[in-house]
């Protein structure tokens, strides 16, 4: 039986201020069906421990700190149900949010981690 694994998260990118309407950063992940239940997604700017995102499965992701009014929260990354929110749709980037990025996923029975510079 499979755990917990990080599949991908994307590459870093670069672009100039206000020039696309949105950047999306995806964390995607593949889990075990009993994992599902304490399923949580969190993203973290920087090296700050509080998330400036985070969503549990049936519930509105949560945005805070620097990117409160900048995320999309309404935009769906996946057809899944405990995958559909796993991405930051950032709007309107600009230079003042560039910087590392780190995914968190955790369950009941694991954590993984990936950071996109």
């Given at each position: 039986?499979?755990?917990?694994?990080?599949?991908?998260?994307?590459?870093?990118?670069?672009?100039?201020?206000?020039s696309?309407?949105?950047?999306?950063?995806?964390?995607?992940?593949?889990?075990?069906?009993?994992?599902?239940?304490?399923?949580?997604?969190?993203?973290f700017w920087?090296?700050?421990?509080?998330?400036?995102?985070?969503?549990?499965?049936g519930?509105?992701?949560?945005?805070?700190?620097?990117?409160?009014?900048?995320?999309?929260?309404?935009?769906?990354?996946?057809?899944?149900?405990?995958?559909?929110?796993?991405?930051?749709?950032?709007?309107?980037?600009?230079?003042?949010?560039?910087?590392?990025?780190?995914?968190?996923?955790?369950?009941?029975?694991?954590?993984?981690?990936?950071?996109?510079?």
């Amino acid at each position: 039986c499979l755990a917990l694994s990080m599949a991908t998260v994307g590459t870093p990118i670069v672009l100039q201020n206000n020039s696309v309407p949105s950047v999306v950063l995806d964390c995607v992940y593949h889990y075990e069906e009993y994992e599902a239940k304490g399923l949580t997604v969190k993203w973290f700017w920087h090296k700050d421990h509080e998330p400036v995102y985070q969503w549990i499965p049936g519930g509105t992701p949560e945005v805070r700190g620097i990117l409160t009014g900048r995320v999309a929260v309404d935009h769906i990354a996946s057809s899944d149900f405990f995958s559909r929110h796993r991405a930051l749709s950032i709007i309107r980037p600009t230079s003042d949010l560039s910087g590392l990025y780190t995914c968190t996923v955790s369950t009941y029975y694991d954590e993984k981690r990936y950071s996109l510079p």
